[in-house]
């Protein structure tokens, strides 16, 4: 029955969002069109760099939409089961560890054991690890440390992961804005990252907290119930 439920919420998210998908991808799409008709009907070789310029940036745009929803946009069924978070994250991070080597980034784990699994959607809280580790890395253009911890709160029966940038941090007053669709501060962002991730853990019965400090640096705690129901 709850799994019922929470399979349903799932269909729910799709549906929500689909047609603000379609429309984000459909806008660099009509962009990308446009230009290769350019391309094919204009011969002189200085626009030609252009066109290609904006050609890479708007691909670069599509899959940076397909990768922040690329678990919901896998057509199979959602699959409840235990999982060992610390299998997850390290799963994560072997995806974007090459990415953030490229932009002179570490990340650095620690993990304490033993830690219960969680009941959960592994490929969902794969995404949410994905599109939070992916702000930290957009966050620090010149480098620096990415700092992961993974531990049990015991007493509240809760699997509490940290991930830290040294980023330039986010002021107070935007702190609540975080998660709503569409929000961003980045000239090709397309603020669906977040959202999708508090819809994730708020599904999960977990919490997201942000904790940050202009300047210095944003940690995303998560939470996660070992009990459900
Ligand atoms: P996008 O990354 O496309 O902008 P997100 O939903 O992932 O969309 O993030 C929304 C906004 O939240 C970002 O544009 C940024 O302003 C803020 N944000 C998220 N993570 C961080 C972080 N680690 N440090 C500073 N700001 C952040
Ligand atoms: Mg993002």
Redo the contacts with the bound molecule.
């Keep these: 029955m709850q799994e019922q439920l929470r399979k349903s919420d799932t269909l729910n998210i799709v549906g929500e969002l689909a047609a603000g998908i379609a429309h984000e991808i459909r806008n660099p799409m009509t962009a990308l069109k446009g230009f290769i008709q350019l391309l094919q009907s204009s011969m002189k070789e200085e626009e030609h760099s252009l066109y290609f310029n904006v050609i890479t940036s708007e691909l670069a745009r599509i899959e940076s939409i397909i990768t922040e929803f690329l678990v919901l946009a896998k057509p199979q069924a959602t699959q409840f089961q235990n999982h060992d978070i610390r299998k997850i994250m390290s799963d994560t991070i072997d995806l974007l560890n090459a990415q953030a080597l490229m932009h002179n980034i570490q990340i650095s784990c620690h993990f304490h054991e033993p830690l219960p699994d969680v009941y959960c959607e592994g490929n969902q809280i794969k995404q949410v690890f994905i ?1 939070i580790i992916k ?2 890395i ?2 620090m253009p010149n480098g620096g440390n990415i700092g992961i911890k993974i531990q049990y709160e015991k007493g509240k029966q809760l699997i509490h992961t940290s991930i830290r ?1 040294e ?4 002021p107070e007053d935007k702190i609540e804005k ?1 998660g709503e669709p569409f ?4 000239e090709r ?7 999708i991730s508090y819809k994730i853990i708020k599904e999960h019965k977990g919490m997201i907290d942000v904790e940050s400090k202009v300047g210095e640096g ?1 940690i995303f705690h998560i939470y996660l119930p070992t009990q459900n129901g």
């Design positions: 599109n702000n930290a957009e966050v940038d980023g330039e941090g986010i975080l929000y961003t501060t980045k962002g397309t603020g669906l990252g977040l959202m944003t």
